[in-house]
């Protein structure tokens, strides 16, 4: 199991917060069984409305946003959540499984502090959420 410092925006002694949200069931399950295997605290959302409301409710320490999602796609509600005060200063790192430089692109424009594809290897993603906890 990987240790994670504590100073990553969770109360001390608490694993970091790592809110992760895809409308694909299953892949919030992997994400949030291995995160948690990984040193860090799942809660999942299953569209961007959800996530907003988590987000502004839960504070967690890094989103884990999910591009093409029903009601309110990733996009949308990762501008939201830049736009707005409260959530702003949140890491973000957008997940799609479109690799191509518009989205990565897009990715930037919404405010993401990051942009991964999908499928992403675990090892992976809990390196960028290290070092996105780090940079924040």
């Not at 939201?80 to 191509?100: E, G, S, V």
Request: with cysteine; net charge negative.
């Amino acid at each position: 199991m990987c240790a994670v410092p504590a100073s990553t925006g969770s109360p001390a002694g608490h694993p970091p917060l790592v809110l992760i949200v895809d409308d694909n069931v299953d892949a919030r399950e992997m994400y949030a069984i291995y995160l948690e295997y990984a040193g860090f605290r799942p809660a999942e959302a299953g569209d961007g409305e959800a996530a907003i409301a988590i987000a502004r409710r839960e504070r967690p320490a890094v989103i884990l946003m999910d591009a093409t999602m029903p009601r309110m796609d990733g996009w949308e509600a990762a501008r939201r959540l830049k736009a707005d005060p409260d959530t702003q200063a949140i890491p973000l790192i957008m997940l799609t499984a479109h690799a191509f430089a518009e989205h990565r692109q897009r990715a930037a424009e919404v405010g993401a502090d990051a942009f991964l594809s999908k499928p992403v290897l675990p090892d992976t993603l809990a390196q960028e959420l290290r070092k996105v906890l780090a940079e924040s």
